[in-house]
């Protein structure tokens, strides 16, 4: 199995590290271009420099440039949390599927910030939600939930 993780985040790592301790082969890892990133974003293209893996920075996951970089790679699955939407020729392109990760327990609190309002709501647990990647917001499939606590100070 051949994957591509997509993301800015740290989940977007601890998800590369996973796969590399798994069976499967780590094609690449694509991220913004540093003036686009969010401001939650960890440094992508250093950590795959660590772990030997080729980094791609895009202005847009969706254009041309991106999606022939993805072609190249010919990828059974394509996985992260990317924060902007994914268009239909990107979620036809793996083999498989495109899987999204989101860290509320879907379909409540979809979209972005979702961790934020969490926290200043005062709830006290939520989930790391996987699901099929469609053109809609967080709106696809679930394929498996992690619950875990939110321990706001460390947030």
Not at 45 to 74: L, M, Q, R, W
């Amino acid at each position: 199995m051949k994957f591509i993780v997509v993301g800015t985040i740290e989940i977007t790592k601890e998800c590369a590290r996973a796969l590399l301790e798994s069976d499967v082969k780590l094609c690449a890892l694509i991220t913004l271009k540093k003036d686009l990133l969010p401001n939650n974003s960890v440094d992508i293209v250093a950590f795959g420099k660590d772990i030997n893996i080729p980094v791609h920075t895009v202005t847009d996951i969706n254009d041309a440039e991106s999606i022939s970089i993805i072609k190249k790679y010919n990828p059974d699955y394509i996985i992260g949390s990317w924060p902007r939407l994914f268009k239909e020729e990107l979620i036809g392109l793996p083999k498989f599927e495109c899987i999204g990760m989101h860290c509320t327990d879907l379909p409540y609190n979809r979209g972005r910030h979702a961790l934020h309002w969490l926290i200043s709501l005062g709830i006290a647990e939520t989930a790391l939600s996987f699901f099929n990647i469609d053109i809609g917001v967080d709106t696809g499939k679930i394929l498996h939930k992690e619950f875990i606590p939110i321990d706001a100070d460390k947030s």
